[in-house]
């Protein structure tokens, strides 16, 4: 998010729903509308880069019934950006370079994210020290 090629160019959400439970799904379910609301609102209008996609990864079948409640909430576009890849991972190569995905997802990234993150967690270090 701190380049501007990614803030141009946009970023991609893969949420992977492996262990998700029901219980989980109850507590999302107890949200109040008007909060869901401005969580969408926000990331739309607030957060400095553009979602180019979002993919739900392993979900249940309860997740239709989930997304069903999320969705009124979302802009049109955001919904049509929504995709449920499910357990087939092949699937991805229809949106998004295999190369720049994990194998876990059905891709060819050897890079591994630790790096990326350290990267993340002293850059938000040094910022937060610069704001001192």
Not at 32 to 56: A, H, N, Y
Not at 82 to 88: A, E, L, M, P, T
Request: charged content about 20%.
């Amino acid at each position: 998010m701190n380049t501007s090629s990614t803030q141009v160019n946009g970023q991609v959400v893969i949420e992977n729903f492996e262990n998700f439970s029901l219980i989980n799904m109850m507590t999302l379910k107890n949200i109040p509308s008007s909060v869901m609301q401005k969580c969408f609102k926000m990331q739309s209008e607030c957060f400095p880069f553009r979602l180019r996609g979002i993919f739900i990864v392993n979900q249940p079948a309860y997740m239709r019934f989930l997304w069903a409640i999320v969705k009124p909430f979302m802009s049109k576009k955001l919904r049509q950006r929504v995709h449920f890849i499910g357990s087939n991972t092949a699937a991805f190569a229809k949106f998004i370079d295999l190369a720049v995905l994990p194998p876990e997802f059905g891709g060819t990234l050897d890079e591994p994210a630790d790096a990326w993150i350290e990267e993340q967690i002293q850059a938000e270090a040094a910022a937060a020290e610069n704001a001192q």
